[in-house]
């Protein structure tokens, strides 16, 4: 499996919270990408980076909120979770136009109450 | 805009028959990327196999190879041999050669292989 993780796993939290969602890789990619599915449903890209300092909105409004310092890193926030915030987020990172193959974390359930 | 549209949201299999999963998509652009990606039941994304519009040959990964018609921009998924463990969403994607780095994603097509 490729090396991009993605904590917690699953979260739990009640309406007005601020959160963060973790995502992480070890492989040196420059691209890396948050998209929101909705189980079993398709996956809707909310935002990407393609390197450092650099990010931009997805093809789906989101509230949500990323920064890319580092290039292993790509925390996605929500500066006030609501109940419409329920879904699977999950973090994508690819190398290069060249190898254009998207690895996958194992994603966040988030539920908000 | 570039669209991908999977026409079968659930199928299922016997275990060791072959099964093809339908996938056309939508697009102006001449040099671009096709994917199939498999979504396990609680398990991560994973790629299962990537064709380049360009190639004019059918790619192929062991159980699993693709019947690519460009000009008809159709792009299914034959699996052959089915086995349990391939039970999973599979989604087709698309993406351009150049410009933004964006996949399209179909909707996905759940695929149950039977004992």
């Known amino acids: 499996e490729a090396d991009i993780y993605q904590t917690p796993r699953y979260l739990v939290i009640g309406t007005g919270k601020k959160i963060t969602l973790e995502c992480s890789q070890t492989?040196?990619?420059?691209?890396m990408y948050w998209y929101q599915q909705d189980p079993g449903m398709e996956l809707h890209l909310i935002h990407y980076s393609y390197g450092v300092n650099s990010t931009e909105k997805g093809d789906l409004s989101s509230e949500s909120t990323v920064s890319r310092i580092r290039t292993e890193h790509f925390p996605l926030t929500l500066e006030s979770a609501r109940p419409s915030h329920t879904s699977q987020y999950l973090c994508a990172s690819s190398e290069s136009p060249g190898l254009p193959t998207q690895y996958f974390g194992p994603g966040t359930r988030l539920l908000v109450l | 805009a570039q669209t991908v549209t999977q026409s079968q949201p659930e199928m299922s299999v016997q275990e060791a028959e072959t099964v093809t999963l339908s996938c056309t998509y939508d697009t102006s652009e001449n040099n671009y990327y096709l994917f199939w990606y498999k979504q396990p039941p609680s398990r991560q994304m994973i790629l299962v196999i990537r064709q380049e519009a360009y190639k004019q040959q059918n790619a192929t990964e062991n159980r699993f190879s693709v019947n690519f018609q460009k000009a008809a921009k159709s792009f299914s998924l034959k699996i052959s041999d089915s086995q349990l463990g391939d039970t999973a969403m599979y989604f087709c994607?698309?993406?351009?050669?150049?410009?933004?780095?964006?996949?399209?994603f179909g909707t996905g097509t759940r695929l149950k292989v039977l004992a």
């Open positions: 492989m040196g990619h420059d691209k």
């Open positions: 994607a698309f993406m351009r050669f150049s410009g933004t780095y964006k996949y399209i």
